[in-house]
């Protein structure tokens, strides 16, 4: 039989959700727990690549008896699942606990309770099936990774594009200076033919291309994982059928290069991000975070480079209540897309007390939110200061696994009076909870031209012309 951990309740309650297990005071709780349990293990976990890029984390915990076995089960599975999306990886090595190779290994098998990780971390964006292996420590290579010294390049004329799952954004930039900047509504999500994104990318494009004597080069941004400019996953293509994907999506932003033949380069969102963040601040070490249709987050690292993480924190787990919400695509509770998007957005609103018709799609039930803020509704005040707590926690679980010094907070969901109020409670988190972090991490949230279209402009700085060199790939 299982021993219960009492884990501290939230100083500050999730107004519509009370019930919001916060994973950073989880994970406290049980750590206090080993180091207050005789027999408590070290256990090593190591993420790696087929290209020996490789990944290390400790962390203590408790002894191999059946009175812990589901607490420590718990803990380590929720901590490789964060380290899998933060970092990305196809191998898991886990070392000292033996038991817990062997369940992990059951869990990303195919038809395992992370088949979805599996198969889209894997095979989908490294190639080759997931694997678990209970190993010696010193079977686990040491930390070996690489940043990349990625975008800044603001010379001569270029475009700048972000693709999302309800518009896409195009600037036209030169030597810096925004010349024209366009928002356009669109819904790839369940699309099934690749022409219509194809043809919306290249309509964005053109646009944009009509404001520049010329167009030296073009650099994207878009929800997904891409890796040297190919579309390995991503929710934007998720109604085209396989088979398409491969011969139509996969490399459809080297079509785009061969057709305006110029250098561009395209990668995930939250890198972009991460670099519009690490711009504008004139600082490094920046977590950057888009509340959109999903969320997605990148890293600039203290050196100032963008690194080589995925960084999904859509997937990653912020609430570890047993009935959280579940993810509709990956089947997973508790993540990180169901608390800071506009899915999160929509659960939501029915707790607050706004009702809005089942067939009304995401966006325009944010949209009906932000008109009830900026109208001073209550109810629409506690949905965002609901989703600031939620913001707040979590901070303090990424500042567990990011050197940080800044967040900068862009997306939809945070644009208007509502980001104001979500930046408000998630200080008050900090300050109330996270005291040392609150006086360590700046959150930064920036006007609303930079909110909807710094993306874009920071796009436009990722290929490097100089010389005719195009810039380094994702």
């Known amino acids: 039989m299982s021993t219960p951990m009492n884990v501290p309740s939230a100083r500050v309650a999730p107004?519509?959700?009370p019930g919001f297990v916060p994973a950073v005071l989880w994970k406290q709780s049980y750590q206090a727990l080993c180091a207050a349990t005789a027999g408590s293990r070290r256990v090593v976990l190591g993420i790696g690549r087929p290209d020996g890029t490789t990944f290390r984390r400790e962390m203590m915990v408790l002894p191999a008896e059946p009175a812990w076995a589901a607490l420590t089960a718990k803990a380590v599975e929720r901590e490789v699942k964060f380290l899998l999306w933060q970092w990305g990886g196809s191998r898991i090595f886990v070392a000292g606990a033996p038991e817990i190779a062997v369940a992990l290994a059951l869990q990303y098998a195919p038809g395992g309770?992370?088949?979805?990780?599996?198969?889209?971390?894997?095979?989908?964006?490294?190639?080759?099936?997931?694997?678990?292996?209970?190993?010696?420590e010193s079977s686990i290579p040491t930390t070996h990774e690489t940043g990349r010294s990625l975008g800044r390049n603001l010379d001569g004329c270029r475009i700048g594009f972000d693709l999302g799952g309800s518009d896409r954004k195009c600037a036209a930039v030169i030597d810096g200076k925004v010349v024209f900047s366009e928002e356009i509504t669109w819904s790839p999500y369940f699309e099934s033919d690749p022409a219509y994104h194809l043809a919306g990318i290249q309509d964005s494009l053109e646009r944009a291309a009509a404001h520049l004597p010329r167009v030296d080069a073009i650099g994207g941004s878009a929800a997904g994982i891409y890796v040297d400019n190919e579309v390995r996953v991503a929710s934007l293509f998720r109604g085209v059928s396989p088979e398409a994907f491969e011969t139509d999506v996969r490399g459809i932003f080297l079509r785009l290069r061969e057709l305006w033949g110029v250098p561009c380069e395209v990668i995930n969102d939250g890198e972009v991000t991460a670099l519009a963040g690490s711009m504008s601040l004139g600082d490094t070490a920046v977590l950057g975070v888009a509340m959109g249709t999903s969320l997605a987050a990148g890293y600039c690292n203290p050196q100032g480079e963008v690194t080589s993480w995925l960084n999904e924190l859509a997937f990653v787990p912020i609430d570890y209540r047993e009935d959280a919400p579940r993810d509709e695509w990956s089947g997973d509770i508790g993540c990180g897309v169901q608390y800071f998007s506009q899915q999160g957005v929509a659960r939501l609103l029915p707790a607050a007390g706004i009702e809005t018709p089942a067939e009304m799609r995401l966006p325009e039930r944010l949209v009906i939110l932000q008109e009830q803020m900026a109208a001073g509704d209550e109810r629409a005040q506690r949905l965002y200061e609901t989703i600031?707590?939620?913001?707040?926690?979590?901070?303090?679980?990424?500042?567990?696994?990011?050197?940080?010094?800044?967040?900068?907070?862009?997306?939809?969901?945070?644009?208007?009076?509502?980001?104001?109020?979500?930046?408000?409670k998630a200080n008050e988190v900090l300050a109330l909870e996270f005291p040392d972090l609150h006086e360590r991490i700046g959150i930064t949230s920036p006007d609303e031209s930079m909110k909807r279209h710094g993306q874009a402009i920071a796009a436009a700085s990722l290929p490097d012309i100089r010389n005719g060199k195009q810039g380094a790939s994702c």
């Open 388 to 424: 600031g707590t939620y913001f707040g926690y979590a901070i303090a679980q990424y500042a567990d696994h990011y050197e940080l010094r800044n967040l900068l907070l862009l997306g939809r969901v945070s644009s208007g009076a509502g980001g104001e109020a979500i930046v408000a």
């Open 15 to 17: 107004i519509l959700d």
């Open 113 to 136: 309770a992370h088949a979805f990780d599996s198969e889209t971390i894997g095979r989908g964006v490294y190639g080759e099936d997931m694997r678990v292996e209970g190993c010696d």
